[in-house]
T-cell receptor
Framework: GAVVSQHPSRVICKSGTSVKIECRSL??????MFWYRQFPKQSLMLMAT?????????EQGVEKDKFLINHASLTLSTLTVTSAHPEDSSFYIC????????????FGQGTRLTVV | GENVEQHPSTLSVQEGDSAVIKCTYS??????FPWYKQELGKRPQLIID?????GEKKDQRIAVTLNKTAKHFSLHITETQPEDSAVYFC??????????FGPGTRLSVLP
């Protein structure tokens, strides 16, 4: 299947700093990528949909100024958590579809963010 | 919008027994239903999926059934093994929209 690579897998940062997470589709072009947040023992909650060359579409309740998403190319989307606080600590996962709508979604490895 | 419910939230079975996880969805426009397996700290992995024009699909020990009329679909794992222990998520995809995931089921296969 298609491969989605996400980096870093783990990051620890100080409160108030910013953290950038990269999501790359390695063997296919992804016009749309998705960013999820997952708290312990909970499901995947969609944060935003990242569209190549345009602004991301954020889900209700997600602060677009705090979670900056850039999708500069067909194979790369980035999520920047700005001015991170301990409550931002979570597991962040990206995904992308390899084909037209209604096809399998491939997930990145996820990033464990810990804000201290 | 689409709403996906999943039951049970936790499930313990003896090794070799079968496990069944059920999901219901609300949007009749949903026509793609994948199941993902997520081990602790790892990415969700697709294990099986079904489209709305099919009622059942099987892949070795794993099967999925879909009842469009009742808007529910189920994951069946036979001859469970300890390595089947994980969290399983169902999802529904309304055409032209984004995936909506169920809350997950934590499956424990006891040796």
């Amino acid at each position: 299947g298609a491969v989605v690579s996400q980096h870093p897998s783990r990051v620890i940062c100080k409160s108030g700093t910013s953290v950038k997470i990269e999501c790359r589709s390695l063997d296919f072009q992804a016009t749309t990528m998705f960013w999820y947040r997952q708290f312990p023992k909970q499901s995947l909650m969609l944060m935003a949909t990242s569209n190549e060359g345009s602004k991301a579409t954020y889900e209700q309740g997600v602060e677009k100024d705090k979670f900056l998403i850039n999708h500069a190319s067909l194979t790369l989307s980035t999520l920047t958590v700005t001015s991170a606080h301990p409550e931002d600590s979570s597991f962040y996962i990206c995904s992308a579809r390899s084909g037209p709508r209604n096809t399998e979604a491939f997930f990145g490895q996820g990033t464990r963010l810990t804000v201290v | 919008g689409e709403n996906v419910e999943q039951h049970p939230s936790t499930l313990s079975v003896q090794e070799g027994d079968s496990a069944v996880i059920k999901c219901t969805y609300s949007d009749s426009a949903s026509n793609y239903f994948p199941w993902y397996k997520q081990e602790l700290g790892k990415r969700p992995q697709l294990i099986i999926d079904i489209r709305s024009n099919v009622g059942e699909k099987k892949d070795q020990r794993i099967a999925v059934t879909l009842n469009k009329t009742a808007k529910h679909f189920s994951l069946h794992i036979t001859e469970t093994q300890p390595e089947d222990s994980a969290v399983y998520f169902c999802a529904a995809l309304p055409y032209g929209q984004n995936f909506v995931f169920g809350p997950g089921t934590r499956l424990s296969v006891l040796p």
